[in-house]
């Protein structure tokens, strides 16, 4: 029974160490295995959480973690993160699968975010348009208005929904005797001449359904953008394998950084390097004050003045004096180290690659040296000996600092592909994604983002607007025109929209 335990508690130390070194695909592949060999392992499910990037995936592995562990403090905490997360999750899948047409996706998804949340307006909006009853509709547009009593188009629909409600209550069957039983549009049925009038009341009442509200922007024009393999520039057919797109000629294959956030051993070196750099700041400072004891000068500022060649109050003997002792050129060599040091700052900040093999080759040659040390001292003692070990201890520990380090400098050439980003939380989120792309010149991919800004705000024509102007760059104005009169419906007196259709109706 114990030898099954061995291996999973191995798996579970590399795990965890891969997961804090940030190898979260090696964390993830090392967990993963963990929780298959001891499913009631809730360390195992708790770090799982941390390295997986979907968070429905987060949530059932802290949930799981919380089942094996009720007084799991940092499951709970992560588990009230991640919910939220999952929410927003959920609520841009259901609106994805909406605008895609999949209403019966779209319902279930959206259902779950207002069970999670029943004070998520935007679900509920999202939902009134997919549900499959008028029921269900009139139960979407009265939480619609209870969250925003003047919402208008809750208002409309409702009104519509009640009044076909109070249309269909009239009794059907009041001219079945009549001449012209057609006059009402329903007739009698076998069942209902059979089981009589509690029958007739009960169940022929009939709530026409009213039609879907109309798609914005249209499924059939959005279709076209589906296929990941487009150049996220122009959107033009392109293959896995091509370096340039041969439409626009841009690059397909970029080069990204490994670890897109810094590591804390990062900032722990960036730290400490600052804060080298402002030591450094007080060499020549020290040496001013030292300079202004010698000539008998009460504030050391004035110095100042004398070594950058500004005329100043001092009398000229104290120039000379101060000029004696600390010649301009030795004043600007005690710059020197920490001008290197803020240079060394900006570089480890910036991720500059090639500091990453200068600190490599550092602790390669610092370590060299310590062996060396200790082999020449051998013969002087135990001493020297153990000082010299203490030295080469700490240039193995600085050297594997610095391996550590590596994935922070590192740059991964991938294939850039035409798909919304994952992680986006909120509407403005996505508009300000979208900006980012197009300031790139990435018009296909910002489209996709502008358009999901859109349908998460869909009371504001920014991301409209913005959706628009991505299809003109992409010369689609068939859909850029569908988009800007779903934004003039929503504001009609938007001038920016009304110019971008006359823009459009002289191409």
């Given at each position: 029974?114990?030898?099954?335990?061995?291996?999973?508690?191995?798996?579970?130390?590399?795990?965890?160490?891969?997961?804090?070194?940030?190898?979260?695909?090696?964390?993830?592949?090392?967990?993963?295995?963990?929780?298959?060999?001891?499913?009631?392992?809730?360390?195992?499910?708790?770090?799982?959480?941390?390295?997986?990037d979907?968070?429905?995936?987060?949530?059932?592995?802290?949930?799981?973690?919380?089942a094996?562990?009720?007084?799991?403090?940092?499951?709970?905490?992560?588990?009230?993160?991640?919910?939220?997360?999952?929410?927003?999750?959920?609520?841009?899948?259901?609106?994805?699968?909406?605008?895609?047409g999949?209403?019966?996706?779209a319902?279930?998804?959206?259902?779950?975010?207002?069970?999670?949340?029943?004070?998520?307006?935007?679900?509920?909006?999202?939902?009134?348009?997919?549900?499959?009853?008028?029921?269900?509709?009139?139960?979407?547009?009265?939480?619609?208005?209870?969250?925003?009593?003047?919402?208008?188009?809750?208002?409309?629909?409702?009104?519509?929904?009640?009044?076909?409600?109070?249309?269909?209550?009239?009794?059907?069957?009041?001219?079945?005797?009549?001449?012209?039983?057609e006059?009402?549009?329903?007739?009698?049925?076998?069942?209902?001449?059979?089981?009589?009038?509690?029958?007739?009341h009960?169940?022929?009442?009939?709530?026409?359904?009213?039609?879907?509200?109309?798609?914005?922007?249209t499924?059939?024009?959005?279709?076209?953008?589906?296929?990941?393999?487009?150049?996220?520039?122009?959107?033009?057919?392109?293959?896995?394998?091509?370096?340039?797109?041969?439409?626009?000629?841009?690059?397909?294959?970029?080069?990204?950084?490994?670890?897109?956030?810094?590591?804390?051993?990062?900032?722990?070196?960036?730290?400490?390097?600052?804060?080298?750099?402002?030591?450094?700041?007080?060499?020549?400072?020290?040496?001013?004050?030292?300079?202004?004891?010698?000539?008998?000068?009460?504030?050391?500022?004035?110095?100042?003045?004398?070594?950058?060649?500004?005329?100043g109050?001092?009398?000229?003997?104290?120039?000379?004096?101060?000029?004696?002792?600390?010649?301009?050129?030795?004043?600007?060599?005690?710059?020197?180290?920490?001008?290197?040091?803020?240079?060394?700052?900006?570089?480890?900040?910036?991720?500059?690659?090639?500091?990453?093999?200068?600190?490599?080759?550092?602790?390669?040659?610092?370590?060299?040296?310590?062996?060396?040390?200790?082999?020449?001292?051998?013969?002087?003692?135990?001493?020297?000996?153990?000082a010299?070990?203490?030295?080469?201890?700490?240039?193995?520990?600085?050297?594997?600092?610095?391996?550590?380090?590596e994935?922070?400098?590192?740059?991964?050439?991938?294939?850039?592909?035409?798909?919304?980003?994952?992680?986006?939380?909120d509407?403005?989120?996505?508009?300000?994604?979208?900006?980012?792309y197009?300031?790139?010149?990435?018009?296909?991919?910002?489209?996709?983002?502008?358009?999901?800004?859109a349908?998460?705000?869909?009371?504001?024509?920014?991301?409209?607007?913005?959706?628009?102007?991505?299809?003109?760059?992409?010369?689609?104005?068939?859909?850029?025109?569908?988009?800007?009169?779903?934004?003039?419906?929503?504001?009609?007196?938007?001038?920016?929209?009304?110019?971008?259709?006359?823009?459009?109706?002289?191409?």
């Amino acid at each position: 029974m114990a030898q099954p335990r061995e291996p999973a508690a191995s798996l579970l130390a590399n795990g965890i160490a891969a997961a804090r070194s940030g190898h979260k695909t090696q964390a993830r592949t090392l967990l993963q295995r963990v929780a298959e060999v001891e499913p009631d392992n809730a360390i195992a499910w708790l770090w799982l959480s941390g390295v997986l990037d979907d968070p429905l995936e987060q949530e059932a592995c802290l949930e799981k973690a919380l089942a094996l562990n009720p007084d799991n403090v940092p499951a709970r905490k992560g588990l009230a993160v991640v919910r939220q997360r999952a929410t927003q999750a959920l609520l841009a899948q259901g609106i994805t699968a909406a605008e895609d047409g999949d209403r019966e996706t779209a319902r279930t998804l959206l259902t779950q975010v207002v069970s999670r949340e029943e004070d998520n307006f935007e679900a509920w909006l999202w939902l009134s348009r997919v549900v499959a009853t008028p029921e269900d509709q009139e139960t979407c547009y009265e939480n619609v208005l209870a969250l925003d009593p003047g919402n208008a188009e809750a208002q409309n629909k409702l009104a519509t929904l009640q009044q076909l409600r109070e249309a269909a209550n009239i009794n059907p069957w009041a001219a079945v005797d009549d001449e012209e039983p057609e006059a009402t549009g329903l007739a009698p049925t076998l069942a209902a001449a059979v089981l009589g009038e509690d029958y007739i009341h009960k169940h022929t009442t009939i709530i026409p359904e009213p039609e879907p509200a109309p798609e914005s922007p249209t499924v059939a024009l959005w279709a076209q953008y589906n296929d990941e393999m487009l150049c996220p520039y122009c959107a033009a057919p392109t293959s896995y394998e091509d370096r340039r797109c041969k439409s626009c000629g841009n690059a397909l294959w970029l080069k990204v950084r490994r670890r897109e956030e810094r590591s804390i051993l990062l900032w722990i070196l960036i730290s400490l390097q600052a804060l080298a750099t402002v030591l450094g700041m007080l060499a020549p400072v020290m040496a001013l004050y030292l300079v202004s004891a010698r000539i008998g000068l009460y504030d050391f500022t004035n110095l100042i003045n004398i070594y950058f060649g500004i005329a100043g109050d001092i009398s000229l003997d104290m120039v000379k004096a101060a000029l004696a002792y600390l010649p301009r050129g030795a004043f600007f060599l005690l710059w020197v180290p920490a001008v290197i040091s803020a240079a060394y700052t900006v570089a480890l900040y910036l991720r500059w690659p090639p500091m990453f093999y200068l600190m490599l080759i550092s602790a390669v040659l610092d370590l060299l040296a310590s062996v060396i040390g200790v082999a020449l001292n051998a013969a002087n003692g135990l001493l020297p000996i153990l000082a010299g070990s203490v030295g080469v201890i700490v240039s193995v520990l600085s050297f594997m600092l610095v391996i550590r380090l590596e994935d922070d400098f590192k740059r991964d050439t991938v294939r850039v592909i035409l798909k919304v980003d994952e992680g986006i939380k909120d509407g403005f989120a996505y508009l300000l994604r979208g900006r980012l792309y197009a300031a790139q010149q990435m018009w296909a991919r910002a489209a996709l983002h502008y358009r999901r800004a859109a349908a998460m705000l869909p009371y504001q024509t920014d991301g409209h607007i913005a959706t628009a102007t991505a299809c003109i760059k992409l010369k689609n104005y068939e859909l850029a025109a569908h988009i800007l009169r779903e934004a003039q419906r929503i504001n009609p007196e938007d001038a920016q929209v009304s110019e971008l259709l006359e823009m459009i109706a002289k191409k």
